[in-house]
């Protein structure tokens, strides 16, 4: 088992930046694939952007070249930066890990607006 925990999340004017982290924690694997889902009121948990241990990374359109993902193997933690901030980028923001198991963080709570 695999624990994820994802401090950061807030609130931000539209046009800011703000970064999400995820460390994990047991039984960590050095192969993964790591992603972020987020959630907005009223709709289905969707995908934003994964990364792999051998380092290819998908986005999901609406946030190609506002969001990157990337991560820190020995600190075993996974970042998301996003820059340009809409407020429909406003939702419940979940980290993801595929590895010997899959396993979710409890999610942080993202808020844009002026």
């Known amino acids: 088992q695999v624990q994820l925990v994802e401090p950061g999340g807030g609130l931000v004017q539209p046009g800011g930046s703000l970064r999400l982290s995820c460390a994990a924690s047991?039984?960590?694997?050095?192969?993964?694939?790591m992603g972020w889902y987020r959630q907005a009121p009223g709709k289905q948990r969707e995908l934003v952007a994964y990364i792999t241990s051998g380092g290819i990374t998908y986005y999901t359109d609406s946030v190609k070249g506002r969001f990157v993902i990337s991560t820190n193997n020995a600190k075993n933690t996974m970042y998301l930066q996003m820059n340009s901030l809409k407020p429909e980028d406003t939702a419940v923001y979940y980290c993801?890990?595929?590895?010997?198991?899959?396993?979710w963080g409890q999610g942080t709570q993202v808020t844009v607006s002026s």
């Open positions: 047991g039984s960590i694997f050095s192969i993964y694939v």
């Open positions: 993801h890990r595929i590895d010997s198991t899959v396993d």
